[in-house]
């Protein structure tokens, strides 16, 4: 924002931009939604989940008040219900497959994404997705019987989802948002996968995918320096980067500039303007060691995506059979959770999912060019043919700095000369604005012809 105010300094062309900014700054709806954001309803909703036994994926499909068809069937009807209050405006299904014999699944098993999607009203085919997976494990992930409450894995991040509907849903936005829980994560992140894999083979334009994976704040580590802050993961090298894609990196940089990581910096200058005592902490990686999580099989299939994760983990509370031992008491039980801390990790989602699809679409076919050699930048991209782009901005970093530090609104146009700033010594990037100063994530350039 400094850095703004002091090109704008410089240069009367960037006025409106500041102005933008400013009222950009505080949207006085999604601030209401934030506050709207209930630690109680989170917490009713882990308890509720938690109290369904166990949801492994292979747990009972057809008992009422015990195993993962029950856990299905109950969050269908909390978005049925949410469904109702809003008029119908949502449409809530759910997505059933039949899994073949995999490495955890040893019979062909029936899956069943649980999903409510709100549609936006001016851009519908634009698609960001909020995301939980309901399944839980004991010990062993084929264990169907055992006790496996859950509560912060992942019914954290399924409470989180469930909480987004319940709030976003009385609202309209430009692009659509789809609230997803997905069984068969810990049995190889099978509900994702078959969601990922519809979206590509439909083709469907999803431009940011969130993970809620473990996100209870455990209250083991209530002491800790981290505990107002949620990592948000993403990867630097795309997960389906071409070979010729591979080359380019090698040859001029970029391996910090993914989309997802665009995406994660857009989830940190969004929530940072709202939440002033709960922080995003960037990972600049795709999962911790040894661990995976829903985000994958997107990255895999080519979409953004990140992971949000809560900062501590505490092992003896994950994955664990309920029991005590030497003293010890491990299982994933209500009591280590921190709703208020899961709470906080919804309205960083909330503000980011709003945040972009009040936004335009990002600029496509976003070029650095380089058929001459030049101390100017020159960047083109195409027109936006969303109807609510009012301007561009482009921004620019130093090669070592990790996140966006400049910007510089350059109006309604398609190209922009950066002069003096060769494109060799900084890192460039463009974003579209709406008329209310509302700002896509910064799409990297390739280089081009
Ligand atoms: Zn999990």
């Not at 850095?3 to 006025?15: D, G």
Request: glycine letters at 6%.
């Amino acid at each position: 924002m400094k850095k703004t105010i002091l090109l704008c300094a410089l240069s009367l062309l960037c006025v409106p931009t500041f102005i933008a900014q400013r009222r950009a700054q505080t949207d006085p709806e999604l601030q209401k939604m934030v506050r709207e954001v209930s630690a109680r309803n989170i917490e009713a909703s882990i308890r509720k989940l938690v109290s369904f036994g166990t949801r492994n994926t292979l747990s009972e499909q057809d008992n009422p008040t015990r195993g993962i068809g029950a856990a299905r069937d109950w969050i269908f009807s909390e978005f049925e219900r949410f469904n109702r209050e809003c008029g119908g405006c949502m449409v809530v299904e759910k997505q059933s497959f039949t899994q073949p014999k995999a490495n955890r699944v040893p019979e062909p098993t029936v899956l069943t994404n649980v999903i409510a999607t709100l549609r936006g009203t001016t851009d519908p085919g634009r698609t960001y997705v909020v995301s939980g997976h309901y399944d839980s494990m004991c010990t062993s992930p084929t264990d169907a019987k055992c006790d496996a409450p859950g509560a912060n894995d992942d019914a954290s991040g399924t409470a989180a989802v469930i909480e987004l509907a319940r709030v976003m849903s009385k609202r309209k936005f430009d692009a659509t948002i789809v609230f997803m829980t997905v069984p068969g994560e810990e049995q190889g992140l099978l509900g994702a996968a078959h969601y990922a894999e519809q979206a590509k083979q439909k083709a469907m334009d999803i431009e940011g995918m969130f993970t809620n994976d473990i996100v209870g704040g455990v209250t083991t580590k209530k002491n800790s320096p981290h505990r107002n802050r949620v990592r948000v993961f993403s990867e630097g090298v795309p997960s389906n980067e071409t070979e010729q894609q591979a080359n380019t990196r090698r040859s001029v940089g970029g391996e910090n500039d993914s989309a997802s990581r665009q995406l994660a910096r857009y989830v940190k200058e969004q929530s940072d303007k709202y939440l002033k005592d709960f922080k995003v902490w960037m990972m600049y990686r795709r999962d911790r060691y040894g661990r995976g999580g829903d985000h994958i099989p997107f990255l895999e299939r080519g979409f953004t995506a990140v992971r949000i994760t809560e900062v501590d983990e505490d092992y003896t509370h994950q994955h664990q059979n309920v029991r005590t031992e030497n003293g010890v008491f491990y299982g994933d039980t209500p009591e280590f959770v921190d709703f208020a801390y899961t709470a906080n990790v919804a309205r960083v989602n909330l503000i980011a999912l709003a945040s972009l699809a009040n936004a335009p679409a990002k600029p496509r076919n976003v070029g650095i060019v380089t058929s001459r050699l030049t101390n100017d930048t020159e960047l083109k991209w195409d027109a936006n043919d969303d109807a609510d782009v009012a301007s561009y901005e482009v921004v620019w970093r130093d090669t070592t700095a990790p996140e966006w530090t400049n910007s510089m609104n350059v109006g309604n146009v398609t190209t922009y000369i950066a002069k003096d700033m060769s494109k060799d010594n900084y890192f460039f990037g463009v974003r579209a604005v709406d008329s209310n100063g509302n700002k896509s994530p910064v799409v990297y350039p390739r280089p081009m012809r």
